[in-house]
């Protein structure tokens, strides 16, 4: 689904119109379509991700070694069995990679000439700034890269009053069950 999503904004010639104005793209480590827009468009790209190994992030580098850093579905606290479990999960992340995700994304790489005098994984591998919402205090220790961020999780300040006219509107709207 994800790259019919990215092929379909890179068709939509009004909407990468409206795309080339933009200062930076922000991406999210799961849509590696961000990636191959800040290419087209030489623009700098930010990632925010909420986890640090995730499936797609074998696309950016991101250091994550296995002896010691839990993968994707495996528990924090690591066992001998959970540490082969662990292996495993990063040798089919990386298979999932180079046979699922690049072939789908170089595609669309072609299709739509985004620089072709590179290869798709440095287009997917590219990333200005890397910043991850993850709290040190809970997660496991790992390997960050320079370009990497930490900057905990995001925390939602306490709700404001709504203003007079809309609050009245809510009043009268009543229960509807």
Avoid at 20 to 42: I, T
Avoid at 74 to 82: G, I, M, R, S
Avoid at 97 to 109: H, S
Wanted: charged share 20%.
């Amino acid at each position: 689904m994800q790259s019919l999503y990215c092929d379909e904004m890179f068709s939509n010639a009004e909407l990468m119109e409206e795309t080339k104005h933009a200062d930076l793209v922000v991406g999210e480590l799961f849509y590696l379509c961000g990636s191959l827009v800040a290419d087209k468009l030489s623009l700098p790209l930010v990632i925010i991700t909420k986890s640090l190994s995730s499936p797609t992030s074998i696309a950016l580098g991101l250091p994550s070694p296995p002896s010691y850093v839990p993968q994707w579905n495996v528990p924090d606290e690591l066992n001998f069995a959970n540490r082969v479990q662990n292996v495993l999960n990063r040798m089919l992340l990386y298979v999932f990679y180079l046979y699922d995700v690049c072939p789908m994304y170089a595609e669309i790489k072609a299709k739509h000439n985004i620089t072709p005098n590179k290869t798709i994984q440095e287009t997917l591998g590219r990333a200005d700034l890397i910043i991850g919402q993850v709290d040190f205090m809970l997660a496991p220790p790992r390997p960050l890269l320079p370009n990497t961020r930490v900057v905990g999780p995001f925390q939602p300040s306490p709700a404001k009053p709504l203003p007079n006219e809309l609050d009245q509107f809510m009043q009268k709207a009543g229960t509807k069950e």
